[in-house]
């Protein structure tokens, strides 16, 4: 499975309860003995994002902890399992400050090393741009959200925990604004819809996600998407993520009959509309050949800046297989 989600999880990182023999003690001094080589500045910043929590409760540096406290720091990202090298590899990055860059992530690339992905990956990259920039003592590249190996687009990625902390809560509470394009089977009898149902790891493939409507398991998924454009046997869409699951647009589309053109993970990568005639099937493998993964790209990004508190909205072109691909798509209709 690609091991990139959208990524609106917070992750558990450490998890203390205080004893009942505890004296009064600010939580910062008392971190500092209890995390290996945390120094107390790191955790004052953690506490000032808003990632340590006692009790359930975010607290600031001064809090003062008491017998039997249960505190827990919570990252935007999974515990560090694997060492990250880094890497010259090019990266097209569309926007850079103090804080963040956006990146224009090309399909193919995994964003995190693990599961059998330890290097060529995009955090491989940045680290080895940071350190070419001199940065690399004063900041690193703290991923704020994720997305799939073979989707193309806008990745939003943090300099320091801080900025990371402020731009993950903006994922977790929904308020991020993202939009995402995709070319799907089969035409629509609405212009516009929205999709909810739990997605869940699928129960019959672990490498799958799958909807279920009654929310039996899984968790709340909503999609909404509107047709842009109308080719007959397929449909060039836009979704916005009201929520962001593990592969959810993927599997919403699965869901309500529509699978993503060329997905083979969802079943797009077959012939689902169209005639029985060879023409048409050697189009179709064309097609496939052309874009040789799930047609979806990531193309707007909006969100507060967490110093400036400006609205950034950024834009990204279809990469050059997905044009390709709607061009061979557009030729296609003007013969029928």
């Known amino acids: 499975m690609d091991q990139e989600s959208e990524g609106n999880e917070l992750y558990e ?16 001094k008392y971190l500092t003995h209890k995390i290996e080589n945390a120094s107390r500045n790191r955790i004052q910043n953690s506490a000032d994002a808003g990632n ?26 999974p ?16 926007y850079e400050d103090d804080q963040l860059l956006i990146v224009n992530k090309a399909a193919g690339m995994v964003v995190h ?31 704020v959200h994720r ?10 990625v943090a300099k320091d925990e801080v900025s990371q902390a402020m731009l993950a809560r903006q994922f977790f509470y929904h308020t991020i604004e993202r939009t995402y394009q995709a070319l799907v089977w089969a035409d629509f009898s609405q212009d516009e819809g929205r999709i ?19 929310g039996e398991t899984g968790k709340h998924a909503v999609t909404h998407y509107k047709v842009l454009e109308r080719f007959g046997y397929v449909s060039l869409i836009e979704c916005k993520l009201e929520t962001g699951r593990t592969h959810q647009i ?9 699978p993503i053109f060329n997905d083979s993970t969802y079943g797009g990568d077959k012939i689902l509309r169209g005639t029985i005639y060879s023409k048409y099937r050697q189009f179709i493998e064309n097609c496939f050949e052309i874009i040789p993964r799930q047609a979806l790209h990531a193309k707007t990004l909006g969100f507060l800046h967490p110093v400036s508190k400006k609205f950034l909205l950024f834009d990204s072109e279809l990469p050059a ?16």
């Open 13 to 28: 990182h450490f998890r203390f309860v205080v004893d009942k023999g505890q004296s009064l003690l600010r939580i910062d």
């Open 250 to 258: 993927r599997a919403h589309m699965r869901f309500i009959g529509h």
């Open 52 to 77: 340590i929590l006692v009790n359930g409760n975010p607290v600031k540096p001064n809090y003062r902890v008491k017998p039997l406290d249960v505190i827990t720091i919570l990252l935007a990202h």
């Open 196 to 214: 909810e149902g739990h997605i869940g790891r699928s129960k019959k493939n672990r490498l799958e996600m799958d909807v279920y409507p009654d």
């Open 147 to 156: 997305i799939d190996k073979d989707t193309s687009g806008l990745l939003l």
């Open 79 to 94: 515990p560090q399992s694997t060492e990250i090298i880094p890497e010259n590899i090019p990266l097209d990055v569309v």
């Open 113 to 143: 090393p693990g599961h059998g992905n330890f290097t060529g990956t995009l955090m491989n990259a940045l680290l080895f741009r940071f350190i070419e920039a001199g940065i690399s003592e004063t900041h690193y590249p703290y991923l």
């Open 321 to 336: 297989d997905f044009s390709k691909v709607l061009q061979r798509w557009h030729d296609y209709k003007k013969t029928q």
